[in-house]
């Protein structure tokens, strides 16, 4: 090895030994010379080793990849993933057309109108329910109509107008101490943004004794009345609403108030032409329906009933009028829902109402238990805004009243759903509410003052077990579970159950 080949393997320096590390000597060194000038020194080394190069994986060239790739193993085995992956292809079309096909189809949807989607409120008396400051303070209380989710407003009669008088008639003007027409368009633009539409009752001689004056002057005033819901309708009113249509034997009338409805739809939302009966007899508002062709027809055929007289009542109206159907107990005329079934039966009578199929309709206060201030149907309407302790039964049938609102206005099988009487006796009803794979629901009620009822619900479209969503018995709570084969239904009391569609 030549030096120039040392220096290139290794570096040494010597370093000069700290003091510390001088080895330690003595005057004999340990070679008989005492004297002698040799001495030890330590040192370090320091060692430079060259740095090896990694070596670089290049793999296999394109000449030897095309080599192999022709080899038979390997073709063999390109072919192999080839067909496995278009099987699994295959395999999962197949699959998803497979679930497509046995999926159940959905049921298509009835025609639909803003009335269908949930409850209308009545407020006959403006100043009664504003507490005397008319259409100014209606627009004020527009928020609270609101939150009882309800789809439509019915306002009126506010015309001018004398009572028996029909030469003092007049269809289009606001009569002065409700308010003026500025401040309706304000009522109906609040109205518009909380998504309830407006309906106007047009009922000529709302402070008389006739609703249409005497018969002589029929004619003009059926004349006034085309004329005037021609001009609510611009005004941007959603619909009309007419007492006593069954007066009106004119057909010619009905035609052309149909025609006008349906020349003022606007956008795809329909006006809607609303009469109000004194007829007690499903076939008789049968036969009304089809006489005036009115869109709804509020009658009196709840009137007094109970258990099997409502069940054919309803039996009776469903199949041929079902889009068409409307529920009512009271009215601007006839009065309050308290004072017509007495308090007890109010939340009873609002989940009847809500729950048959059809539009139901309330009278302003009726979410409350408001009573009538006899002889006057048109109570002040009482606002729940202190903490009274008498005030604790209006406040439980106003949350109950929100809660079936609510429902009623989302759930497709008591919007438009399948009407089924499963029970019916003196006193006692039930029935079902179904639409293709929506919820079902089963209304259960019972109008006798001391006696429970056992209901026996054994159908085949029915389950063993249901939930209970709401109920005014004590003994059966929300959310709990019951046997649908031993219902028991306390006196007065009215339930709601719900079971989930199965294929």
């Not at 309800?150 to 009126?156: D, E």
């Not at 409805?261 to 032409?273: A, G, M, P, Q, S």
């Not at 019916?424 to 003052?449: C, E, G, P």
Request: with cysteine.
């Amino acid at each position: 090895m030549t030096t120039d080949t040392e220096l290139d393997m290794k570096d040494v320096e010597l370093n000069e030994v700290d003091p510390e590390k001088q080895p330690m000597t003595g005057e004999d060194t340990g070679n008989g010379d005492a004297g002698s000038p040799v001495t030890e020194k330590n040192g370090s080394v320091k060692v430079k080793i060259p740095e090896e190069k990694a070596s670089k994986f290049t793999g296999l060239s394109k000449e030897e990849l095309l080599k192999v790739a022709g080899t038979p193993g390997w073709v063999r085995i390109r072919w192999a993933l080839l067909i496995l992956f278009w099987l699994g292809w295959i395999g999962m079309l197949a699959g998803a057309v497979v679930i497509i096909v046995q999926a159940p189809r959905c049921k298509p949807l009835p025609d639909m109108n803003w009335w269908n989607y949930g409850a209308l409120y009545q407020i006959g008396d403006v100043n009664s329910f504003t507490e005397g400051s008319g259409l100014e303070g209606l627009q004020t209380k527009i928020d609270d109509v609101g939150k009882l989710k309800v789809k439509g407003l019915i306002i009126g009669p506010i015309h001018a107008s004398s009572a028996d008088k029909p030469e003092d008639l007049n269809l289009m003007e606001v009569s002065s101490d409700i308010g003026n027409l500025d401040q309706l368009k304000r009522v109906i633009e609040t109205a518009h943004k909380k998504s309830i539409s407006v309906v106007l009752d047009l009922t000529p001689n709302y402070k008389g004794k006739d609703p249409w004056f005497s018969n002589s002057s029929v004619e003009q005033v059926t004349g006034k009345v085309k004329s005037a819901t021609d001009y609510w309708l611009e005004e941007g009113v959603d619909g009309i609403l007419l007492h006593g249509v069954d007066q009106i034997n004119m057909d010619s009338f009905w035609t052309n108030m149909n025609d006008i409805i349906k020349n003022h739809t606007k956008d795809e939302k329909k006006r809607v032409l609303i009469g109000v009966t004194t007829l007690k007899s499903a076939d008789e508002v049968k036969k009304e329906l089809n006489r005036t062709g009115v869109d709804l027809l509020l009658s009196r055929v709840l009137n007094h009933k109970a258990g099997v007289e409502i069940a054919q009542v309803v039996e009776g109206l469903y199949f041929d009028q079902n889009t068409k159907l409307a529920w009512n107990i009271g009215d601007r005329v006839r009065g309050h829902l308290a004072s017509i079934v007495t308090l007890l039966q109010v939340k009873l009578s609002q989940l009847l109402l809500f729950t048959l199929p059809g539009t139901p309709v309330f009278n302003y206060g009726d979410e409350i238990g408001l009573e009538d201030d006899l002889p006057s149907v048109n109570p002040t309407m009482v606002w729940l805004n202190g903490t009274e302790k008498e005030e604790d039964t209006s406040r439980s049938l106003l949350s109950f009243f929100k809660e079936l609102s609510e429902l009623r206005g989302k759930e497709r099988s008591l919007q438009h759903g399948e009407y089924l009487l499963l029970s019916n006796s003196t006193s006692a009803m039930a029935y079902l509410r179904q639409w293709d794979q929506s919820d079902r629901y089963i209304v259960a009620l019972n109008w006798h003052t001391n006696n429970s009822v056992t209901l026996q619900l054994t159908q085949k479209e029915l389950p063993e077990k249901a939930t209970v969503m709401i109920s005014t018995d004590a003994k059966l709570a929300a959310h709990t579970s019951v046997n649908l084969a031993d219902l028991i239904v306390g006196p007065l009391s009215a339930i709601m159950l719900k079971f989930p569609y199965t294929p």
